[in-house]
């Protein structure tokens, strides 16, 4: 099964930026994606994207962040601008066959977004 290892998380003043980075052990799946949960809060899917570079993104993160990857090396990206308190969470990578059937998710990593 293919292991996916995020980095990138911390501590950021509201306004400012991060870069989130996943890389696989091995062969991914057509969708990567970044999800995040926050403390009592159920996980949910912020961004996603093809092997052809086709994403999508959660209604709160447009304009704000962008999902990007590198096939060749087995990783997706995740910039995350503008960012807020509210979001505040841990971000896991995932990788399947659709947003739907996640095979494989990271770790996580924190992010924490101070007022």
């Known amino acids: 099964q293919v292991q996916l290892v995020e980095s990138g998380g911390g501590l950021v003043q509201a306004g400012g930026s991060l870069r989130l980075s996943c890389a696989a052990s091995?062969?991914?799946?057509?969708?990567m994606g970044w999800h995040r949960q926050a403390p009592g809060k159920q996980r949910e899917l912020v961004a996603s994207i093809t092997r052809d570079g086709s994403a999508n993104y959660a209604d709160s993160v447009k304009g704000r962040f962008t999902i990007s990857r590198d096939n060749a090396k087995n990783t997706v990206f995740l910039q995350m601008n503008s960012l807020k308190p509210e979001d505040t969470a841990v971000y896991y990578c995932s990788t399947g066959p659709t947003t739907r059937i996640i095979v494989s998710w990271g770790r996580g990593t924190q992010v924490t977004v101070s007022s």
């Open positions: 091995g062969s991914v799946f057509n969708v």
